[in-house]
C-alpha cells in the first residue's frame, strides 16, 4: 500500500445525480457538464429514478418543478426513504422545489398537508413571490461564490469583488424560519424585491445540504453548480483514498 497515500492534489472521481422524477433535471445536466470551474475528476452526470441509482452517487440535486408532484413520485417508486436517508449524509442541493422538499416544514402547503424529506432545520413558504405570471429575476450578493468569480481560462489576475448573481425566480419559496446554529444563510433577496419588505434568505447551507430559492440552471452562470461541486469534493476528500 506504499503509494496510497492520499493527496490533496489527486482529485477523486466524483458521480453528480440530478433527481429525474419531474421538473428541470436536463438544465442541471447541462450546467454541470458545461460548468467552466475549477477542474474536478466528474465521471458521470447522471439522472435518478431508482435507490439503485442514487446509491452510485456521491452528490445529488433535487430540481425545481412541482414539490407535491416530486414526493408522490419518488413514494410511489420506492425512493422515498433512500431519499431521506441521502439527503441527510451526502451532498444535497435543492433548488426551488428542491428546497421545499428538503425543509422541514412549509406553509402554503398543499390542502392535507405534503411530504418533506425535513433534512434542514428550516420552514419555508412555498409561491412566496405568487404565480408563474410573477416571475422575476434579481442580483442577489453571494459572498461564498467569490472562489468562483475569476474565469476558468488560466488567466491571472486579481480577483474582483464577488459579482452580483443574477437569479431567476419561478413560484419560488423563501426560508422565513430557520436554525441559526445549524443553518448558514448565503443570501437574501434584497428588501426592495421582498413581498414583505425585509431580506429573506433564498440561499442556505446547513453542513452538505445546499438550497437555493432560484433556477441557477437557467442561465450561463454556473457558479453555483461550481460551489456545490466543491462541497461535494470537500466531503470525497475527507472520506480518504478509495
Ligand atoms: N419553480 C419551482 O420549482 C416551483 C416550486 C413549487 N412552487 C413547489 O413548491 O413545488
Redesign the pocket.
Known sequence: MASTAFSNAEPRPLSLGVLALQ?AFSEHQYSLATQPGPVYHLTAIQTVRTAAELATVDGLIIP?????TMALIAERSGLWEPLVEFTRTKPTWGT??GM?LLAQTASGAKRGGQKLLGSMATHVQ??RFGSQLDSFEVELDAPCLAPFDRPATGEEGPLVDVIPFRAVF????VVTEWDSVLVQVLAEIPPSASPSTVAEPVAVLQGLCLATAF?PELTQDHRWHQFFLSLVARQQTSLGPS
Open positions: 421538473g425545481g418543478g412541482e414539490s407535491t426551488c422545489a421545499v412555498r409561491n419561478i413560484r419560488a419559496p433556477h
